[in-house]
């Protein structure tokens, strides 16, 4: 009887630790619409080397680990109610959901994240982030996905990267509003309904106003004190 040839079962590796920190930000000076870029340092400490990690990132905005002036206490009572409830109503924001493919490495690498914004007011992320006057917007983010390494014979192997991988980083607020102003200056956007836009339309033309600035001002000035 002919031998039966052994099979030898896969070895499989241990999987690299990860550690994630967000070094900074800024604005993106040429892009088609107002982008920030944060620094991501990504550190393999046991020295194995990476193939390459598929990111999947989430940031949200930690409202509660911020005070608040006068100013923004008055533009955030529609996402907050009165400040006197804040202790219980102040919540963490989600911002957005992103992926990022980081190429080989060994121990240490930094990448760009790019974050595409909007000034639509309607968005809640947005609407936070143009409340606020000066300080730091406190942002959480959530690192998850794939990592593919090489095995010690030289097999490509991969894992997948648990949520519990967080980082807190306070973003200045000057950052994201330089990068709003590159595209609006001195702008803001209010999203409005079709029949709402064609009365503004007829009564902008009917008194031949130069500007929307000139006909919400006449209808405001109409309406009288708030």
């Known amino acids: 009887m002919p031998a039966v040839p052994r099979i030898r ?3 499989l590796s241990p999987v ?12 993106v000076d040429y892009a088609a619409v ?21 990111l999947d990132v989430q940031i949200q905005i930690a409202a509660r680990r911020r005070s608040y ?10 996402l ?36 595409a914004c909007t000034y639509d007011l309607q968005v809640t992320a947005s609407r936070y982030l143009a409340a ?6 406190p942002l959480e983010f959530l690192f998850s996905g794939s990592v593919f390494f090489a095995t010690s014979e030289g097999a490509l ?33 209010l999203r409005v309904g079709t029949q ?5 339309c007829a009564y902008k033309a009917r008194h031949a106003f130069g500007s929307w600035d000139e006909t919400i001002e006449a209808l405001l000035s109409r309406a009288g004190p708030a």
Do not use: C, N
């Open 9 to 11: 079962p896969a070895i």
């Open 16 to 27: 690299p630790e990860l550690a994630f920190a967000v070094d900074g930000s800024s604005g």
């Open 34 to 54: 107002p982008t920030l870029s944060f620094t991501l340092r990504v550190q393999a400490p046991g020295g194995h080397p990476i193939r390459s990690l598929m």
């Open 69 to 78: 002036g006068p100013g923004p206490h008055d533009r955030l009572l529609e």
């Open 80 to 115: 907050f109610g009165p400040p006197g409830g804040w202790s219980t109503t102040l919540r963490t924001l989600p911002w957005l959901r992103t992926t990022k493919v980081v190429p080989a490495f060994e121990g240490t690498t930094t990448v760009d994240l790019p974050v």
């Open 132 to 137: 606020l006057d000066d300080g730091a917007v």
């Open 157 to 189: 192997q991969t894992a997948r990267i648990g949520w519990e991988h967080e980082v807190d980083y306070d973003m200045p607020i000057a950052v994201w509003k330089q990068a709003m102003d590159r595209h609006f200056p001195d702008s803001a956007w």
């Open 196 to 200: 709402s836009f064609a009365a503004l």
